[in-house]
């Protein structure tokens, strides 16, 4: 049964903000993600893509609809409910890398598995580096956080979002301040995981070249989806 | 659960190392205000117990003794003539011998056996007169048993030469200083005394009594109650006073007046004796304590300022552990266990720096005429501050770090992340 459920589901999910005026961002946003499926959104600036993957991401619950989660509904769920749920089956990369400065490259990359829990320490720390191997950077892992390179960042936080193996990676222009090179070789490795299999992506970018290369781009204008990209 | 405090402590370990100047900064302000707690109530308590011991030690809890009042009964009452008569009889004068604790070796008895005493020591007092020259100096001497007197009321304490033990011989006195040194007498020279009636005696000098009060040292010597009542010419009976210390303090008032009752003879307590006493002590206590609460209150303001700062510097960091499934729980826990290890760290040395700061003030010299014995400051080294101290410090870090905290875990990771 939930081998045909898709992974990601939204339901006419609205969101207004009230401060300073009240503006509806997002005008019942219906779509869906299949599993394994490259999904790139793309759309000016403004429209609510950011916006729209805060709350796929369930960190944002404060909006109008439905989200469905592996084929499960988070309306309702609590706080610490949508924490684990969020550590068990999303990986989130953002703009900017957004790792912890203070620990190191591979603590940064083992945190999120320790906190789930599903292996001892060990067995995460042999995961961890075996991802950042596949990242090539594995011979950083020592080092801190804040001693690497941009692109490196980039690529330990890709690293961190496959920790757990979650069913989809959610990236808002992972790309976004890399040069083409580095661009290109982030893309590569994330068409790369989707290409696995079962494994789903679902990136925000405004790189035309980049969203080319994905299964599916759906088009966002002024809070609706323009192009569903089917 | 184990797994996840280990990765919480993990995480604020980390944290703390990296801004290891503020935390220690902080650490500092802990370890500084438990330091002055301990070694302040150390001291203050110390002094405190040196004055309270002032009085404590050298005051029985409850005195009896016999007031000289009047009789009640008249001979004239036993008189069968004035049976159905009113007798009118004015200023009565007191018997004789009236000062005397009648039955005094009884009631010692009866009060040996009782197990809310910890221990009597019978007095004798009798007026006398120095001579020296052509002039008589007065005096008192105080009959005492001199183990007894030692042991409760830690009589050697104030005899600041000569010795004790040397009161058992017949005939030897213990000078008050002041009379001493008016009489120009040294240990081992002889003075003679005179009694109100007449009796002259020569005692042997063997040691000299300080208790700091000029009036006390100008008139009061000691002698054994054996000496002191060959002196006044009577039997082993002749007790004035009979000195009970007991195992509570506090049940003296109630004490006295069963005393009173049972034995038929004045008793006073101790906390009638010196009620002004009690007052003075509680003062000073509740000062300590003020002071040491308010140091401890103003090292949790600091570390609570110093965690208000981290937390907004940490603020990317909180975004992205709520982003990678640490609860709101885990991140208040990561705050207070940050708080809870300065304090842990900073109270453990500042444990240890008290100790060493009480045991100077221990060695800072402290002569005073009022205490002999004492040579240097007093400091009550006793575990119960290190304790409070220990507790002090984990609940004004929890304290200071759960306001902290609590904001940290409500901090929504997406504003974070878009204010970007
Ligand atoms: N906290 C907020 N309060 C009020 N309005 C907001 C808030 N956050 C975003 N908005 C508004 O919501 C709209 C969508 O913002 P969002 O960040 O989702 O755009 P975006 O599509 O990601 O744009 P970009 O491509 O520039 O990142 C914008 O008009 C923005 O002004
Ligand atoms: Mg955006």
């Known amino acids: 049964m939930s081998q045909i459920d898709p992974v990601l589901e939204t339901r006419k999910v609205s969101k207004t903000f009230h401060d300073p005026v009240t503006v509806q961002v997002l005008k019942e946003v219906s779509f869906s993600v299949e599993r394994g499926e490259f999904v790139s959104i793309m759309g000016k600036s403004g429209c609510g893509k950011s916006t729209l993957l805060y709350i796929l991401s369930t960190m944002d619950t404060d909006f109008q609809g439905e989200l469905l989660l592996d084929g499960k509904s988070t309306t309702g769920m609590d706080r610490d409910h949508l924490s684990r749920l969020r550590s068990e089956k999303i990986g989130f990369v953002f703009q900017f890398h957004y790792l912890l400065p203070e620990f190191s490259v591979l603590r940064n990359v083992m945190l999120p598995a320790l906190k789930l829990g599903r292996y001892g320490p060990e067995e995460v720390e042999h995961r961890a580096m075996e991802r950042l191997k596949i990242l090539e950077i594995g011979d950083q892992a020592l080092k801190r956080a804040n001693q690497i390179s941009g692109g490196q960042k980039q690529r330990v936080a890709i690293a961190r979002a496959l920790i757990n193996d979650p ?28 290409a696995e299999g079962e494994r789903s992506m679902l990136v925000v970018t405004h790189d035309e070249d980049f969203a080319k290369r994905t299964d599916r781009t759906i088009v966002m204008d002024d809070g609706r989806i323009a192009d569903h990209g089917r | 659960m184990t797994m996840d405090l280990k990765l919480i402590l993990g995480i604020s370990t980390t944290m703390l190392l990296a801004r290891l100047k503020q935390s220690v900064v902080a650490g500092v302000g802990v370890t500084f205000s438990i330091m002055m707690y301990i070694a302040l109530s150390g001291f203050m308590n110390g002094l405190n117990e040196l004055l309270d011991g002032l009085i404590l030690n050298r005051t029985p809890h409850i005195r009896l003794y016999n007031e000289i009042e009047p009789s009640e009964d008249q001979p004239l009452d036993l008189a069968p003539d004035f ?35 910890l221990g009597i020591a019978a007095k004798t007092t009798a007026q006398v007169f120095f001579n020296v020259g052509t002039i008589d100096l007065n005096g008192v001497i ?279």
């Not at chain 2, 018997?95 to 604790?101: C, F, H, N, P, S």
């Open chain 2, 83 to 117: 049976a159905d008569r009113t007798v009118f009889i004015s200023r009565i004068k007191p018997k004789a011998e009236l000062t005397r604790v009648r039955n005094a070796l009884g009631i010692m008895q009866a009060l040996e056996k009782d197990e809310r005493v």
């Open chain 1, 167 to 194: 069913l989809i990676i959610m990236g808002d222009e992972p790309t976004g301040n890399l040069d083409s090179k580095n661009s290109d070789i982030v893309f590569d490795i994330l068409r790369g995981l989707s």
């Open chain 2, 142 to 420: 105080n009959g005492i048993q001199p183990a007894e007197e030692d042991r409760l009321f830690r009589f050697s304490d104030y005899v600041v030469s000569g010795s004790v033990h040397d009161l058992n011989a017949v005939n030897s006195v213990i000078l008050g200083k002041g009379v001493a040194d008016k009489m120009q007498v040294d240990l081992g020279d002889m003075v003679q005394v005179t009694t109100a009636d007449g009796q002259r005696t020569m005692l042997k000098v063997v040691g000299t009594y300080q208790s700091g009060l000029a009036d006390l040292d100008n008139v009061q010597c000691y002698a054994s109650i054996k000496t002191t009542q060959k002196l006044l010419g009577r039997g082993n009976d002749m007790i004035t006073d009979i000195q009970v210390k007991l195992h509570d303090l506090a049940s003296a008032p109630a004490l006295a007046r069963e005393f009173a009752r049972k034995f038929d003879v004045e008793a006073l307590d101790i906390q009638t004796a010196n009620a002004q006493f009690e007052t003075g002590s509680n003062v000073r206590s509740i000062i300590s304590y003020v002071v040491s609460v308010v140091l401890l209150i103003v090292a949790g303001f600091g570390i609570y300022n110093i965690l208000n700062m981290l937390i907004y510097e940490k603020l990317d960091s909180i975004a992205i552990l709520k982003a990678t499934g640490f609860s709101g729980g885990d991140v208040r826990a990561i705050f207070i266990s940050l708080s809870m290890i300065i304090g842990v760290c900073g109270g453990a040395v500042g444990l240890v720096m008290g100790y060493f700061a009480s045991i100077g003030i221990s060695h800072i010299p402290f002569e005073t005429e009022a205490l002999p014995t004492i040579k240097t400051y007093p400091v009550d080294f006793s575990g119960r501050y290190y304790l409070i101290g220990v507790a002090f410090a984990l609940v004004t870090t929890y304290i200071a770090g759960l306001f902290p905290a609590q904001r940290a875990s409500r901090i929504d990771p997406v504003e974070i992340i878009r204010g970007k």
